[in-house]
């Protein structure tokens, strides 16, 4: 019986596809951090937001007194 097995193949090898999987779980967790620093900012925002309209509040609650 003749082997049908191709010398020529075309897949990857088990080094290529860790390599990839690496990269992915590198470009993965630089994006988690970006996203939870963005985040953070964001909530920093509002809550600056949330102090001055607190302040705008009182100094007209006085100002009307």
Same mark, same amino acid.
């Given at each position: 019986?003749?082997?049908? &097995? %191709?010398?020529?193949? =075309?897949?990857?090898?088990?080094?290529?596809?860790?390599? $990839? !999987?690496?990269? *992915?779980? +590198?470009?993965?967790?630089?994006?988690?951090?970006? &996203? %939870?620093?963005?985040? =953070?900012?964001?909530?920093?925002?509002?809550?600056?937001? $949330? !102090?001055?309209? *607190?302040? +705008?509040?009182?100094?007209?609650?006085?100002?009307?007194?």
């Amino acid at each position: 019986m003749k082997r049908l &097995i %191709s010398k020529n193949n =075309k897949g990857f090898t088990l080094i290529e596809l860790l390599a $990839v !999987i690496a990269l *992915i779980g +590198v470009v993965f967790s630089i994006a988690t951090l970006s &996203i %939870s620093s963005v985040q =953070k900012r964001v909530v920093e925002a509002q809550e600056k937001n $949330v !102090i001055n309209r *607190i302040e +705008v509040g009182a100094q007209k609650y006085f100002d009307d007194t």
